[in-house]
């Protein structure tokens, strides 16, 4: 069974930092793909930032210059440097992986979510 683990979120004030972390505890997938969404009260969820298939780095234009992601493949994790945080980046934030197995299916899982609060 996969699970994605998720640690970090809190509240922060506005302009202060947080660090992301998600685990993914497998054996037997390889990681395909795996970011961070989010979800705000009311709104529909959008991607973060996540590195794709080939490894590269996709940020929303809303966290360029202020988030960065970044992983350990020995330890099936990704992380999230949250800086300069803004109100608007309060939401429940979902690590997302796509994981191959031997017969090269993909499958995408989600984690349980952490809240992230930034006061003004």
């Known amino acids: 069974q996969v699970q994605l683990v998720e640690s970090g979120g809190g509240l922060v004030q506005a302009g202060g930092s947080l660090r992301l972390s998600c685990a993914a505890s497998?054996?037997?997938?390889?990681?395909?793909?795996i970011g961070w969404y989010r979800q705000a009260s009311g709104k529909q969820r959008e991607l973060v930032a996540r590195?794709?298939?080939?490894?590269?780095?996709n940020y929303a234009d809303s966290v360029k210059g202020r988030f960065t992601i970044s992983r350990d493949n020995a330890k099936n994790t990704v992380y999230l440097q949250m800086n300069s945080l803004k109100p608007e980046d309060t939401a429940v934030y979902y690590c997302n992986a796509d994981l191959q197995n031997s017969q090269s299916r993909v499958f995408r899982y989600w984690g349980q979510g952490t809240q992230v609060t930034v006061s003004s």
């Open positions: 497998t054996s037997t997938f390889s990681i395909n793909a």
């Open positions: 590195f794709n298939s080939a490894g590269n780095t």
